[in-house]
Structure formats: structure tokens, C-alpha cells
């Protein structure tokens, strides 16, 4: 066995990149006393233009010390040896660990020329690899322990009891890039499991891919390992993260798209069982790589080219001092052009070929140029082209850790990107906007449409006699009164009805958009926008198949698509604080009261309107929908309580004392929210001694309050010409509907101590202040947390409690299995529970979830009642999201439509209504068993 032997990494200098920031470099050389000069001018130039990377030098410094002494293949077996040996428990802590140190060598070799860029590639593939197969199998291994997975033991956890990720994407080539997320696809091998197992498996391995994928991706204080993405896995939309083989495959052979195929191309079993993720790349063969020419996938791939173009706004070819925010990635001439280019044309003939079967897309383009496929020429070029890309893309990756293939959008930026490659910045500007022409001149001919396009190849659809009729009856709608708007439609007709005929149920979708296109008030713009953009079809269709109620707004409200086409609609969600400042903002500029209530309710439905969007298209999570809306409510809260208080001060004058808090109960409270839901408040007031206001017409300070809760409550749910924004129930204060509508502190302490009832104790556990004065809503908290750490009666409370779910479970027992809220084992009764236990703990906690651990933790709760607590939690909580945004009051699934059906599977991670319906009841019948016991028993005792 021959042993190599790598020079250490001085030895192996040939560039380094020029300091833009030269104290940063200066102050990171520092650190290494006694560098060779190669070296400190790497380190340097490295600090000195990417302040991720100068970070990385100053908290790795003792380890980094010793790697530059090192050669960069040494240093990295040893970062990879370390990881391997971590335990289970050390595994988040200790990947972070090791992803730092492995960023920062792999720079550093990358910076100085000592590695090429398919070993830059090679080793941060191997390190993603080793992640996520230490992460999946530690993830998988409790459920081993405690026997979950029928047949399968501790001893099964080498191959991960039959469960597989394949790496997909550039993970998958081992061409991943400096900042990259990896693409999964976790699959399990169901032929190791009977099949009445095979459900029970699928839901280990579904808790087991959630648990690998919070390892990778959680971002921590000491960073994260990697951002993880399952969404290529078939049917992401409906299908649970980790399925079967099986059912894999028959998506694959009955619904596989091109660019699935095109996909699979650089599919690689990574992590788990190998050897039966191999044995599932091999039987989907006959699926990527069909016998005949595929020319077809020319057309496919030429389609998603648009897509992505239409979807992301990338317009033409930049010049060289216009490539500012240039996406060197999805742009014209950019790195997703080589590989359409390379893929497609292995799609076309790699199934009669199998010498094109490969993943690399350098490799790829050797093996066309080689089988005549495409000029030596033009292989060469491409190639040198996708290097040059590629190493580009990783500089600006390396600057701040940052996913991103955009170009600077600022000349600063793009100084400092000159200094990070060392070069001037007018030859570097020159070269890349040459370099995005040739790879544009060299691709977009052969993807280029043939005479006719789209519209001339696709056939005419044939309507049965009643869609015939409503298609018809469109004419009469205001939307096409005019000549231009009915010109401008019959254009675009053929398109709409192509893509309804891709809908799950056509009729259905047909309906729904008839009822989008009635309450059109005019059709013009709109239609032209859709002539412009036909993604936007498919959007409409989406919305009308599954909920009318945002249907409805999206035909009153046809600007909204001016943000969905602008980007912002895709942002990031801002948070409370910014959303809060922003309707600020916008009702200052709204004129008198009235416009503001009416601006302040348009900008709350464009906002609620987004969500309900991401959450109905997968983009959002039910859980991320709850906390998302309760921030919305928040803001609002918080911005319009100064707006009714200064109006109200107007005629009565200021807040006498200190001012009033408002106070979130219930769902507001928890901070969960659904697209319908109410909001539970109370208003507390500190007087402070004040007896009356002092304006031109004064109030008691008790009237004041009561008057001016009124005002608030009116300017929240009163109907104007924009709606309303929420309905209000104030029924939580103190003495209910009997009690004033707003309370003085002093008497809200008193009534809690010596008066309330144990239901009112609970409701407590839930109260946050959301508006209003700050001290006095912090006041109100430190009351809470004392109040409920104070000691309690245990038997008398859980008796309470007995009492209050028996009445009801009389007055509401739910609409049967299919009911998420109201019934034994419910959220409701969940709730119920959950908050008992925070009360019985003393613990803070407001959300079910969060008072559920705490239970939990007080050993109240055991880990197993508390985790199927969770599990059916999550699960009716998606139901309850997804039927509420459909509009509806409770889930009849036989009314659903197959879009709702779909929707409702999709949020629950369920196949099918045969999946689901049985697991809904057993969650229900399991956490019903759970509360019983559990309030039978008292803590301590």
C-alpha cells in the first residue's frame, strides 16, 4: 500500500487574496506569532475581506495554529476523525464544532490555490455526508432503544433499521458549494417490515428525519451544520418527510416529471443503509434514463428555464458596469444554464448510453464531448466557464456565510470582491459579464422554442357540456365588459384552461375560479398581468381550489399581485417589531381617524392574505402559520392602541395615572392564532391616584378606562368600507361579562388572589401583554409568573379541573373523528390539560406545547404521555389551521373537494383519508387516556 504524502500548506501557496480591510488583517495575523510570510498574507488577505472568515481565525485559533503548520489533507482527516468519534449527545455541539473548523480550512486552501475546485467541492461534500449519517442515525437510534420499530433493535442502528438519504443536487455530484444547503431525500426500506408494520415504521422514521434535520439545521450560538432541504422528495406538498420505498417508486413511474429525472441524475445513497438505498437507485433506473431519445426533455427544460426566470425576475444580459445584484446562478449565461445543459442532453441519450450515466457536471460534459454529443470546443469552454462560475460563487459565499449567488449590489461590494479574487476590479467586471455572454450564446440556442411555441404544440382541451357552459357565462361578468379586456382574455383562455386541466379536480378548480373571475370589478390590467406572467394562473388556481374566503379577497384586492411579482411577497417573515413599525408608518400617513382604522385594516388583510398563501402553497408550516398570524395581531395591537388613545384624548384628554395595558388571552396569549380566530383580551389600567381625565370633556378614570376599551374594541371590529380587522371577546376579565370592561390593577391583583376561579387561574396561564404601556404591561407579568409560582391546593385544583372538562365534554362533545377541536383527546381538551399542568408547575410557560415540556420536566407528566400530548397536538393544530383557512367552520372531509383533501393530508403528512382518519382517532383516543390519567394524579403525592 502506497501511503502520499501532502506538503504542508506554506509549501503549496499560489495566491492570496488583497486586504480589503487591512487592520482586520493585520489584527488576525496577530494571533499566529511566527507565520511564514505566505502564510500571514493568506491569513491576511483572508480576514481583511470576509469578516465571517476573520471570525472563524479568532474563535478557532489554537486549532487553527496548529492546522496551518499542517498540510490542508491532513488537517482535514483529522477534523473528520474527531466528528466520527463524537457520542450521540455531543453530536450538535460538536458538528458545529467541526463545520467551523472545516469552513475555515477549506477556505484557507481554497484562497491560497493548494486545492482545486473538485477538492474544495469533494471535502465539504464528505463532511455533509458524515453530518448527516452520524445525525440520522442518532436521530433514529431512541426509537431503536425503546423498541418502536417492529423487528428492529439497538443492533440495527448501522443501518439505520433500513432508512436512507439520499443526497440529491450538487451533495449528491460532490459538488456542493462553500455556503450550500443539501438537498434530501430520506426514504426507508418497507420490505424489512410486515405491512401492517409499515405505518408505525413510516412514523418512527418521519420523527427520526424531523430529529436529523433540527440537528443539522438549527442555528445555534456555535452556528449551524447545515441548512437542509427536503422538498425534492416526491410530491413534497402531500407526502411525510421520510416515506417508503415503494411508494416512492409508484410516484415516480405514474407521476415523475422531467425535472424529477433530471434530478436524479446526481442522486447518491449518503447516509444510513446504503446498500438498500442503492438497491432503490437501481429499480427507479428504467425511470431517469428512458430507452428511446428523450428529445422531449429539451421542451421540459426549457419550460423550467422560463419558470425560473419569470418566478425570480432575471432579466437580460448585464454589461460590465451593470452587474450590480446579477445572479450568477439562475441568471442568463449563469451556473444553472451549464447544468440544464449537461443534464438535458445526458436525459436525451443516456438511456441508450450508459457511459453518460454520470453525476459530476464537469464530468458529464467530458462524456458528451467524448461520445459526439457536443463539439470538444465547446466542452472545454463551458467547462473552464463553470469553474470560473463556480469559484466566484464561492468567494461571495465566503464573505459573510451568506447562500447567495447575487453579485454586489453596491460598489463597495464589489471593491471588496475584486480584493477577495485579487484582481482589478474593471478586469474582473469584464470578465464576468464575457463569461455570462459566451455561456448564454453557448446554451439558449438549443433551448430555444421551435416556430409556434408553447401554444401552437399543446392541444386543444375539450370542455364537457356544463364546464362549456360556465366557461360561457364569463362573458357577462364586469371583468369583460370591454372589447380590450374580452381581446386580451380570448388570448389567454387556452393557457387558464390548460392549467385548470393540471388541477386535482378540474371541475372543482373550474368553479372556484368562476367565482375568482365574478367579483373581478374590472379585467384589464389583471389579465395582462397573467398574459405577462401565466405562473400567476397557476397561483389563482391554487387559492380558488382550496379556499374561497382568500379567493375572494384576491379578486377584490388584484394589486396584491404586484407584490408577489416585486419578490417581497416571498420575503422573509419581518417579525412583530418590524411589522409593528411599518403599520406605524402607515397610518401616520393616513390622514384622519377613519382613513387610518380603514389603512390599518387594508394592510392587515395584504399581510393575512401572504399568510394564508405560504401556508396553503407548503411554503409554511401550520405551527409557523400560528406564530405568524399572532404577530400580525400583535402589530396591530400595538399600533392602533396610540391611535385610538390619542383620538380618544381628543374629547376626554389624556390617560389619567399611568396609562392602561392591553393584555392577549387565550390563542393571542400563546401566540397561536389560526386564520379566523378571534382575539381574547383584557385592559388593566393604573390610576395612580388620578380620580378623573383632564380634557375638555373628563371622565372618572374608571369611566375613561371603560370608555376608551370601547373605543378600542370598536376601532378593531367595527365593519367600514374595508371591513373589520378582528372580532374581540373580552370575556377572560375579571367577573366575565358581569365585570367592567377594563380593571385597575390593584382590583386585577385582588380579584386574583382572594376571588378568581381555578378556570380563571388557567385562563392566566395564557395572558401576555401585547399593547399599551410597557411598565405597566411588564407589571402585569411579574404578577402572573408570581401568582402562578405561588403554592396551590393540588387535589382542589385538579378537581376543578375535572369538573370543568366534564361540563365541557356535555355542553360541547365534538362533531366525531374528524372534529380537531372539540371532543375527548382534542386541542381543546389538550389545552385544558397543558395549562393545568403550568398551573400545578408554576411555570410560565403559554403555549400547550411549551406548558406540556414544563409538565413534563415537574415530572407531572411522563416523557411518553407527554410526547403523545405533542404528537396530537401537532396534528389537530394542522387540521385546524388548514380548515380554517379554508373558510370553513369544522373539517367534513367528504365536502372537502380533492384540493381541500389534498391541502389537509399535506399539512397532516399523510398519504391518503385511509392513513389519516385512523390516526386522527387513535391521537384522540391516546391523549383523552393521557389527560385522564393525568388529572387523577396529583404532583408530589
Known amino acids: 500500500m502506497t501511503t502520499v504524502t501532502h506538503a504542508p500548506l506554506a509549501a503549496r501557496l499560489t495566491r492570496a487574496p488583497r486586504p480589503f480591510e487591512p487592520e482586520r488583517g493585520r489584527e488576525a495575523v496577530a494571533l499566529f506569532p511566527g507565520l511564514v510570510p505566505e502564510l500571514a498574507e493568506l491569513v491576511a488577505g483572508t480576514a481583511g475581506c470576509s469578516p465571517y472568515l476573520a471570525a472563524l481565525l479568532h474563535r478557532e485559533r489554537d486549532w487553527a495554529a496548529a492546522a496551518l503548520e499542517q498540510s490542508p489533507e491532513d488537517a482535514f482527516e483529522t477534523v473528520m476523525a474527531e466528528a466520527a468519534g463524537l457520542g450521540d449527545g455531543e453530536l450538535p455541539s460538536g458538528l458545529r464544532q467541526a463545520k467551523?473548523?472545516?469552513?475555515?480550512?477549506?477556505?484557507?486552501?481554497?484562497?491560497?490555490?493548494?486545492?482545486?475546485?473538485?477538492e474544495v467541492t469533494h471535502a465539504l461534500t464528505r463532511f455533509a455526508d458524515l453530518s448527516v449519517d452520524m445525525s440520522l442515525k442518532a436521530a433514529i437510534a431512541p426509537d431503536l432503544a425503546r423498541g418502536r420499530l417492529p423487528g428492529m433493535g439497538p443492533e440495527d442502528r448501522a443501518t439505520a433499521a433500513g432508512m436512507v438519504a439520499l443526497a440529491m443536487g450538487k451533495m449528491g455530484a460532490f459538488e456542493l458549494n462553500y455556503s450550500s444547503d443539501i438537498d434530501l431525500i430520506c426514504l426507508f426500506d418497507n420490505d424489512r417490515f410486515a405491512p401492517e408494520d409499515v405505518a408505525e415504521a413510516r412514523a418512527v422514521f418521519v420523527r427520526a428525519t424531523r430529529r436529523m434535520t433540527a440537528t443539522?439545521?438549527?442555528?445555534?450560538?456555535?452556528?449551524?451544520?447545515?441548512?437542509?432541504?427536503?422538498?425534492?422528495?416526491?410530491?413534497?406538498?402531500v407526502t411525510p418527510v421520510c416515506l417508503s420505498m415503494d411508494a416512492a417508486e409508484a410516484y415516480y413511474e405514474s407521476e415523475g416529471r422531467t425535472w424529477e429525472r433530471a434530478a436524479y441524475i446526481k442522486a447518491r445513497a449518503a447516509a444510513g443503509d446504503i446498500a438498500a438505498g442503492e438497491r432503490f437507485l437501481e429499480r427507479l433506473r428504467p425511470f431517469v434514463w428512458r430507452r428511446h431519445l428523450d428529445f422531449a426533455a429539451i421542451r421540459d427544460a426549457h419550460d423550467i428555464r422560463l419558470r425560473i426566470r419569470e418566478h425570480k425576475g432575471l432579466g437580460g444580459l448585464p454589461g460590465p458596469e451593470a452587474l450590480e445584484g446579477t445572479d450568477i446562478k439562475l441568471g442568463r449565461g449563469g451556473i444553472r444554464e451549464i447544468e440544464f445543459f449537461t443534464q438535458t442532453r445526458q436525459l436525451i441519450a443516456g438511456g441508450r448510453d450508459p457511459d453518460l450515466r454520470v453525476r459530476g457536471t464537469v464530468e458529464g460534459l467530458e462524456r458528451l464531448a467524448q461520445k459526439g454529443w457536443i463539439p470538444a470546443d465547446v466542452a472545454e469552454t463551458l467547462t473552464a466557464d463553470y469553474r470560473a462560475h463556480r469559484?466566484?460563487?464561492?468567494?461571495?459565499?465566503?464573505?459573510?456565510?451568506?447562500?447567495?449567488?447575487?453579485?454586489?449590489?453596491?460598489?463597495?461590494?464589489?471593491?471588496?470582491?475584486?480584493?477577495?479574487?485579487?484582481?482589478?476590479?474593471?478586469?474582473?467586471?469584464?470578465?464576468?459579464?464575457e463569461r455570462l455572454a459566451r455561456v448564454h450564446e453557448l446554451t439558449e440556442g438549443f433551448f430555444a422554442p421551435g416556430a409556434g411555441g408553447r401554444e401552437a404544440e399543446a392541444p386543444e382541451l375539450v370542455l364537457e357540456e356544463h364546464e362549456q357552459e360556465i366557461v360561457d357565462g364569463w362573458r357577462r361578468y364586469p371583468a369583460l365588459r370591454s372589447a380590450r379586456a374580452r381581446e386580451i382574455f380570448d388570448r389567454l383562455l387556452p393557457e387558464i384552461l390548460r392549467r385548470l386541466d393540471r388541477a386535482a379536480n378540474r371541475h372543482e378548480a373550474l368553479m372556484a375560479l368562476d367565482g375568482f373571475l365574478a367579483g373581478l370589478p374590472a379585467g384589464v390590467q389583471l389579465f395582462s398581468l397573467f398574459e405577462a406572467n401565466p405562473h400567476l394562473i397557476d397561483l389563482v388556481v391554487d387559492i380558488a381550489g382550496i379556499s374561497p374566503e382568500l379567493a375572494r379577497y384576491l379578486s377584490r384586492n388584484a394589486g396584491v399581485f404586484d407584490a408577489v411579482l416585486g419578490g417581497d411577497f416571498f420575503a422573509d417573515w419581518p417579525g412583530r417589531e418590524a411589522l409593528a413599525a411599518a403599520l406605524a408608518a402607515r397610518l401616520a400617513e393616513a390622514g384622519d381617524y377613519e382613513a387610518r382604522l380603514d389603512a390599518a385594516r387594508a394592510w392587515a388583510k395584504e399581510w393575512h392574505f401572504r399568510i394564508g398563501v405560504h401556508l396553503l402553497r407548503g411554503l409554511i408550516d401550520a405551527e409557523t402559520s400560528g406564530r405568524q398570524y399572532a404577530d400580525l395581531a400583535d402589530a396591530v395591537l400595538a399600533a392602533l392602541w396610540p391611535?385610538?388613545?390619542?383620538?380618544?384624548?381628543?374629547?376626554?384628554?389624556?390617560?389619567?395615572?399611568?396609562?392602561?395595558?392591553v393584555i392577549g388571552m387565550g390563542s393571542l396569549g400563546a401566540r397561536r392564532l389560526n386564520a379566523a380566530s378571534d382575539l381574547d383580551l383584557i385592559v388593566i389600567y393604573e390610576p395612580g391616584g388620578q380620580e378623573a381625565s383632564t380634557g375638555r370633556r373628563p371622565l372618572a378614570t374608571r369611566s375613561y378606562y371603560a370608555r376608551l376599551t370601547q373605543a378600542f374594541v370598536t376601532a378593531l371590529s367595527a365593519p367600514t368600507a374595508e371591513g373589520r380587522l378582528?372580532?374581540?371577546?373580552?370575556?377572560?376579565?375579571?367577573?366575565?361579562?358581569?365585570?367592567?370592561?377594563?380593571?385597575?390593577?390593584?382590583?386585577?391583583?385582588?380579584?386574583?388572589?382572594?376571588?378568581?376561579?381555578?378556570w380563571e387561574h388557567l385562563a392566566l396561564t395564557r395572558a401576555r401583554p401585547v399593547a399599551g404601556e410597557a411598565a405597566l404591561g411588564q407589571a402585569v407579568e411579574a404578577f402572573r409568573r408570581q401568582l402562578l409560582a405561588a403554592p396551590r391546593d393540588a387535589v382542589a385544583t385538579l378537581r376543578d379541573v375535572r369538573e370543568m372538562r366534564a361540563r365541557l365534554a356535555a355542553e360541547r362533545p365534538g362533531e366525531g373523528v374528524w372534529d380537531p377541536k372539540l371532543g375527548p383527546g382534542r386541542l381543546l381538551d389538550i389545552g385544558l390539560c397543558a395549562q393545568t399542568g403550568a398551573l400545578l408547575t408554576g411555570d410560565p410557560a403559554r403555549d400547550a406545547p411549551e406548558q406540556i415540556a414544563a409538565a413534563r420536566r415537574f415530572g407531572w407528566l411522563g416523557e411518553e404521555e407527554a410526547q403523545t400530548l405533542l404528537e396530537a397536538h401537532a396534528l389537530f393544530w394542522s387540521l385546524q389551521a388548514g380548515v380554517r383557512l379554508m373558510g370553513a367552520s369544522r373539517l367534513d372531509w367528504e365536502r372537502l373537494g380533492a384540493g381541500g383533501q389534498a391541502f389537509l393530508l399535506r399539512l397532516a403528512g399523510a398519504a391518503d383519508a385511509a392513513e389519516l382518519a385512523p390516526r386522527v382517532a387513535r391521537s384522540g383516543e391516546a391523549a383523552a387516556e393521557v389527560i385522564g390519567a393525568a388529572l387523577e394524579r396529583v404532583p408530589g403525592a
Request: glycine residues 8%; hydrophobic residues 40%; charged residues 25%.
Open 100 to 118: 467551523r473548523r472545516v469552513a475555515l480550512l477549506v477556505a484557507l486552501a481554497d484562497l491560497g490555490g493548494a486545492w482545486r475546485l473538485e
Open 216 to 237: 443539522l439545521s438549527e442555528q445555534t450560538a456555535e452556528g449551524y451544520v447545515w441548512r437542509t432541504d427536503l422538498r425534492l422528495r416526491p410530491d413534497a406538498a
Open 391 to 433: 469559484e466566484l460563487e464561492h468567494r461571495l459565499q465566503m464573505i459573510a456565510d451568506a447562500q447567495t449567488q447575487k453579485l454586489p449590489g453596491t460598489a463597495e461590494g464589489f471593491a471588496r470582491l475584486a480584493a477577495f479574487m485579487d484582481r482589478d476590479e474593471g478586469q474582473l467586471r469584464q470578465e464576468i459579464a
Open 643 to 661: 391611535v385610538v388613545v390619542e383620538e380618544f384624548s381628543t374629547r376626554h384628554g389624556p390617560p389619567p395615572g399611568q396609562g392602561a395595558a
Open 726 to 758: 378582528y372580532e374581540v371577546d373580552m370575556r377572560l376579565r375579571p367577573s366575565g361579562r358581569q365585570g367592567p370592561v377594563a380593571v385597575s390593577f390593584a382590583g386585577f391583583c385582588d380579584y386574583q388572589r382572594t376571588e378568581a376561579w381555578t
